[in-house]
């Protein structure tokens, strides 16, 4: 499997975090199981559970970590796990002149697959993601009905993660499985 070096920062924090959980579900075991009969103790059966799936997420993020490819996007190419700096300018006519303007910038992770920008990720499915799958940096005009709107697109290096993390943070396990569906 190849993976971004974005995409390997991103598995190595969910590393980090499925292992500190991991720890925390160990002592909840622990202390649920001095409770006695495991058959009627709800409890250690939820942490149970719980610890049996953390475990094998960090085994599955560990294998891709040890066998993944770290390829390195090229200049202007958009791949799935680049990080890209979006700005919205506005609507345009169909002369492309913009007559509702807007100035509203995101820092965004392409990917294979996720949910809307409101999460960090821009996927390829989606009506940008797929439009701009030339993979050019630049100005893109979506159509939508009587107007465009307009972005603009810029490619960002790996420097740019920690923004990327304080715009989108991986403060819960579902914030880092959304993250990465696309891996």
């Given at each position: 499997?190849?993976?971004?070096?974005?995409?390997?920062?991103?598995?190595?924090?969910?590393?980090?975090?499925?292992?500190?959980?991991?720890?925390?579900?160990?002592?909840?075991?622990?202390?649920?199981?001095?409770?006695?009969?495991?058959?009627?103790?709800?409890?250690?059966?939820?942490?149970?559970d719980?610890?049996?799936?953390?475990?094998?997420?960090?085994?599955?993020?560990?294998?891709?970590?040890?066998?993944?490819?770290?390829?390195?996007?090229?200049?202007?190419t958009?791949?799935?796990?680049?990080?890209?700096?979006?700005?919205?300018?506005?609507?345009?006519?169909?002369?492309?002149?913009?007559?509702?303007?807007?100035?509203?910038?995101?820092?965004?992770?392409?990917?294979?697959?996720?949910?809307?920008?409101?999460?960090?990720?821009?996927?390829?499915?989606?009506?940008?993601?797929?439009?701009?799958?030339?993979?050019?940096?630049?100005?893109?005009?979506?159509p939508?009905?009587?107007?465009?709107?307009?972005?603009?697109?810029?490619?960002?290096?790996?420097?740019?993660?920690?923004s990327?993390?304080?715009?989108?943070?991986?403060?819960?396990?579902?914030?880092?499985?959304?993250?990465?569906?696309?891996?």
């Amino acid at each position: 499997m190849e993976i971004s070096p974005v995409e390997k920062i991103r598995l190595e924090k969910e590393l980090e975090n499925l292992k500190e959980e991991l720890d925390d579900l160990q002592n909840t075991l622990d202390s649920t199981r001095a409770d006695g009969d495991f058959r009627e103790n709800t409890p250690y059966q939820l942490a149970k559970d719980s610890f049996t799936r953390v475990s094998s997420r960090i085994s599955e993020v560990s294998n891709i970590l040890e066998n993944a490819v770290e390829i390195t996007p090229i200049g202007g190419t958009i791949v799935p796990g680049r990080l890209l700096k979006l700005t919205y300018l506005g609507e345009a006519n169909a002369r492309k002149e913009i007559e509702n303007p807007a100035n509203e910038e995101f820092i965004l992770l392409y990917s294979n697959s996720g949910e809307s920008i409101v999460s960090g990720i821009l996927s390829k499915d989606s009506d940008l993601g797929a439009f701009i799958s030339d993979g050019r940096e630049g100005r893109y005009f979506l159509p939508k009905g009587r107007y465009s709107l307009v972005y603009d697109i810029k490619f960002l290096g790996e420097e740019h993660f920690d923004s990327f993390l304080e715009q989108y943070p991986l403060d819960s396990r579902e914030k880092v499985q959304s993250l990465l569906k696309g891996v």
